[in-house]
């Protein structure tokens, strides 16, 4: 697959998830017009859609009906951009720029944004429930209790507790990458999954090698964003850069320092490789997408 290829597939998936997106989100005429608009606001026209990229490439090895890829992007999508809103908060991050724009409580109000999160994460099952996402109803409710799952207290909730208390203490590198593990990772795990079971479950080996691919990629997606939050201006990464340090957060970097990081991604990222290898060119969209999360642009 060439680079021009891979280019032209992404702006694809990216386009058709807008388009799940805005089907799926209440239009801003519908009462409470002002929720509304707030969700759409949070949601639409802005990121990388990489949760949904990963859906989509993991379902076309599974051989899935790109219908329920649609859907399962999307609801993956939305329970991200609920934790963004939420994030931000001044109970939380505190951060007043999200995708180049003002944060959703700065834009609106911080009750707003916390009913935004809500009904955000409400919408996501509805669309995972509302549409027919698997092959068969077993299989859709698998999917439903793996976004549950990866969403909730032992996945991205529970790593975001971790991670706000341990603002301003020490940790070593394994409490480090069980904070992350779960805050970015399990979502993104999710999303690989969730497309492979999307259509024909694949073979239980097959399966383990893409949890396993998935696991990895999590982990390097945030150990990416420790090094662009170092080395990133703000007008680059579109959201405040070097809040990291400011907040007195344990990151990759504060730990093994930038070029270590840069090794550990290095590696990470073969590893990810080599796990895909033996799928073949099937698994070629998502060596593509390992490259992209390393060389994202912010
Ligand atoms: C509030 C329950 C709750 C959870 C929040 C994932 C998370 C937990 C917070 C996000 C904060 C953050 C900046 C985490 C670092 C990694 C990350 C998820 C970055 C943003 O994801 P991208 O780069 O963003 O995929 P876009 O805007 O492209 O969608």
Request: hydrophobic fraction near 45%; include cysteine.
């Amino acid at each position: 697959m060439s680079n021009a290829e891979f280019a032209r597939w992404m702006r694809d998936t990216q386009s058709r998830t807008e388009t799940a997106l805005a089907a799926a989100l209440p239009e801003p005429s519908i009462a409470p017009a002002r929720l509304h608009e707030a969700m759409r606001y949070a949601v639409l026209g802005g990121g990388k859609r990489v949760r949904p990229l990963l859906v989509h490439a993991a379902g076309e090895i599974a051989g899935a009906p790109i219908a329920h890829l649609d859907h399962a992007a999307c609801a993956v999508e939305l329970i991200h951009a609920y934790s963004l809103v939420h994030d931000d908060m001044p109970c939380m991050d505190d951060d007043v720029l999200r995708r180049g724009k003002p944060t959703v409580h700065i834009q609106y109000d911080e009750a707003t944004a916390l009913l935004v999160g809500d009904a955000l994460q409400t919408l996501a099952f509805q669309v995972l429930s509302n549409h027919a996402v698997s092959l068969t109803p077993s299989g859709q409710l698998n999917m439903i209790r793996l976004l549950a799952t990866a969403s909730g207290s032992r996945g991205m909730a529970g790593g975001q507790a971790i991670d706000l208390a341990a603002v301003g203490k020490q940790l070593s590198r394994e409490e480090l990458e069980v904070m992350h593990v779960h805050k970015t990772g399990a979502l993104i795990r999710a999303s690989v999954l969730l497309g492979a079971q999307a259509g024909n479950m694949p073979t239980d080996e097959d399966l383990q090698r893409l949890d396993h691919y998935a696991k990895l990629v999590g982990l390097l997606f945030q150990v990416v964003d420790d090094i662009l939050d170092a080395e990133a201006d703000t007008a680059t990464l579109g959201k405040t850069a070097g809040k990291d340090a400011d907040h007195a957060k344990p990151t990759y970097v504060s730990l093994i320092g930038l070029d270590e990081s840069k090794r550990l991604a290095a590696d990470m990222l073969a590893e990810a490789h080599a796990l895909l290898t033996p799928l073949g060119e099937r698994a070629n969209r998502l060596h593509a997408l390992a490259d992209y999360i390393v060389h994202r642009p912010f």
